[in-house]
T-cell receptor, first 114, second 109 residues
Framework: EADIYQTPRYLVIGTGKKITLECSQT?????MYWYQQDPGMELHLIHY???????EKGDLSSESTVSRIRTEHFPLTLESARPSHTSQYLC?????????????FGEGSRLTVL | GQNIDQPTEMTATEGAIVQINCTYQ??????LFWYQQHAGEAPTFLSY??LDGLEEKGRFSSFLSRSKGYSYLLLKELQMKDSASYLC??????????WGAGTKLIIKP
């Protein structure tokens, strides 16, 4: 079983609120990712990181930010939540050396913005 | 553009064999992944192919043809617990994964 954890698992908030989704992994993986997934749809990459102090934007990054101060921690922040942010957010990690390692996913954070 | 195509939904009978196809078009190619995702859960890794041919892993096998941009996942001796979505993903030249929308597999007794 993968050692990657996300909190909260479920969150319902009002429009305009600032939220942070937490993701931590205990496997020492260098690479970490945030994906957004709607039911029956493909995963979309929001942000990724190749290591401490490294962050890159994915396809859907414009309304969120991430930080990577420690190897094990990769939080995602929405400064002002909107109903269009309602979705499932999946955090994942992979081994840094080599480019083709499998992804280990967290259980996901299901966000509802009213 | 980059694109992954796989059927939306398939139905099969317990104990039977099912093949889930995936075609891909990506900028460069660094391998093809299959993941399993049960409803409400996180995806879990099933297989990775970077060379042409069939890779067998227990009841599951995965095939790749790079010249055709085609892969399939073969599931044998189907069990009820195999009911899940199966996600195909191609790794492009920048080592980024391009994901399909997934194939929902329904297993009937």
């Amino acid at each position: 079983e993968a050692d990657i954890y996300q909190t909260p698992r479920y969150l319902v908030i009002g429009t305009g609120k600032k939220i942070t989704l937490e993701c931590s992994q205990t496997m020492g993986h260098d690479k970490m990712y945030w994906y957004q997934q709607d039911p029956g749809m493909e995963l979309h990459l929001i942000h990724y990181s190749y290591g401490v102090n490294s962050t890159e934007k994915g396809d859907l990054s414009s309304e969120s930010t991430v930080s990577r101060i420690r190897t094990e921690h990769f939080p995602l922040t929405l400064e002002s939540a909107r109903p269009s942010h309602t979705s499932q957010y999946l955090c994942a990690s992979s081994i840094g050396e080599g480019h083709t390692g499998e992804l280990f996913f967290g259980e996901g954070s299901r966000l509802t913005v009213l | 553009g980059q694109n992954i195509d796989q059927p939306t939904e398939m139905t099969a009978t317990e104990g039977a064999i099912v093949q889930i196809n995936c075609t891909y078009q990506t900028s460069g190619f660094n391998g093809l992944f299959w993941y399993q995702q049960h409803a409400g859960e996180a995806p879990t890794f099933l297989s990775y192919n970077v060379l042409d041919g069939l890779e067998e892993k227990g009841r599951f096998s995965s095939f790749l043809s790079r010249s055709k941009g085609y892969s399939y996942l073969l599931l044998k001796e189907l069990q009820m617990k195999d009911s899940a979505s199966y996600l195909c993903a191609s790794m492009d030249s920048n080592y980024q994964l391009i994901w399909g929308a997934g194939t929902k597999l329904i297993i009937k007794p």
